[in-house]
């Protein structure tokens, strides 16, 4: 037998209606901020995500899935969406659009991590991108879009950790004290970071290792550090998000583990969910155009990890929609009756009700047994007698009484009468 690949998931039928919850929550909520939804490709030039996403980035230099296609061509699963959305609006000239652009996203994304819960080799997201606007206002209504999706999903127990990295200026400065305060430091650390320590030094302060963390507790912090310009820009998120009654913790060790970001970062945390804490992390990415070669477009977004969200809301216990299930059974009694019930579901199903009939030539008694371990709402029953009357008898499977109903008003009768009890 071949097996799932180690890090992957089947969505079983028992379990698509809670991921088909979670995305119709993501639209909808996306599209009350009047986003729109962008869809570009599950893989692109391994070249977009080395500049884009950061060479130095953990993504890039571990967990990316690069193959050489036929043609030669080193190509990569995309490890996340910003990129992909980054050069589809450069290439499809979007700056020269309507501004802002307000993108929302959908995707699968690809990463080669070690596997546990809460994180996997091929992991669903929800994303936004909000392109062209500088001010603080843009990045508290992406914030306040990430915080209403998780309130209508129906979670309570998320944090808003909030913080800014600054600028390019405010980080030279920064990064020399961060190198000064590691310096002594750098045997007890990973390789990992002693490697951080020469490239990008605030990255080390994203480290998991429980050694790294214990000595970053005391690192300097970047609020210390921030310029006139993005220390005013930071006040002025918090105080919209003060103003907009989004409860939030600044936290300094909140740096991001991507390279493009500058001035607000954020994640909403849980501990409902073990070690995988942040189900959804973002903030401002002004120079990533820059670093990917063009103009530079003022941009903020954040994206949201589905399977630790779908965690997250079975570990708190939110109700959630029940499996979808047919609202009526057509059972036929004999060869006549169920030609009969096969036209009368073809007739139910243009009318819009969802319906089925027995495919396995099926006794009454066992049709009677599947129908209500499916969980249909009514069976509608035609036999010798309903023939010769027009109507079928169709019992209600949750109050157990039954009715005859003309064969021509059963939709009528299953819409008025579904919604009861
Ligand atoms: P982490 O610090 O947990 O590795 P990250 O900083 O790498 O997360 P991002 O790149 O910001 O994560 O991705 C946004 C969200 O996507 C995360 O907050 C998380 O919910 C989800 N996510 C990231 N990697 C995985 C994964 N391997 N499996 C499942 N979900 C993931
Ligand atoms: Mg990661």
Known sequence: ?????????????????????????????????????IRTPVFEHTELFQRGVGDTTDIVTKEMYTFLDKGGRSVT?????????ARSFIENGMAGGVLPAKLYYLISAFRYERPQAGRLREFHQFG?????????????????????????????????ELNSIGCRQCRTAYNEALRDYFRPHLEEMCADCRARFEKNPMRMLDCKEEGCRRITAGAPRILDYLCADCRAHFEEVRSLLD?????YEVNPSIVR????????????????????????????????????GERAVPAVGFAAGLERLLMVLEAEGVPMPEENR??????????????????????????????????????VKSQFKYADKTGARFV??????????????????????????????LAQYIFAHKNKN
Do not use: N
């Open 1 to 37: 037998m071949i097996h799932i690949p180690k890090g992957t998931k089947d969505v079983l039928p028992s379990r698509s209606h809670l991921w088909q919850f979670i995305e119709r929550t993501a639209r909808e909520t996306a599209e009350l901020f009047a986003f729109k939804e």
């Open 77 to 85: 699963l995309r490890p996340e969406g910003t990129a992909g959305v």
């Open 128 to 160: 936004v991108e909000l392109y062209g606007a500088a001010g603080p206002q843009a990045d508290a209504e992406t914030i306040l879009l990430a915080d209403l999706f998780l309130r209508r999903l129906g979670l309570k127990q998320i944090k808003l």
């Open 243 to 247: 103003a907009a009654g989004v409860a």
């Open 257 to 292: 583990g991507l390279d493009y970001y500058s001035r607000t970062v954020f994640e909403f945390t849980t501990s409902a969910a073990g070690a995988q804490g942040t189900v959804c992390g973002g903030g401002r990415y002004d120079s990533l155009l820059e670093q990917m």
């Open 326 to 363: 047919a609202d009526c059974y057509l059972l036929g009694m004999d060869e006549v009756s169920r030609r009969q019930c096969f036209l009368l579901a073809a007739s139910l199903r243009r009318a819009g009700i969802p319906c089925e009939v027995d495919l396995m030539d099926r006794s």
């Open 380 to 409: 509608a029953v035609v036999g010798e007698s309903e023939l010769s009357a027009g109507a079928a008898e169709v019992k209600d499977m949750r109050t157990s009484s039954s009715e005859r109903v003309a064969f021509e008003q």
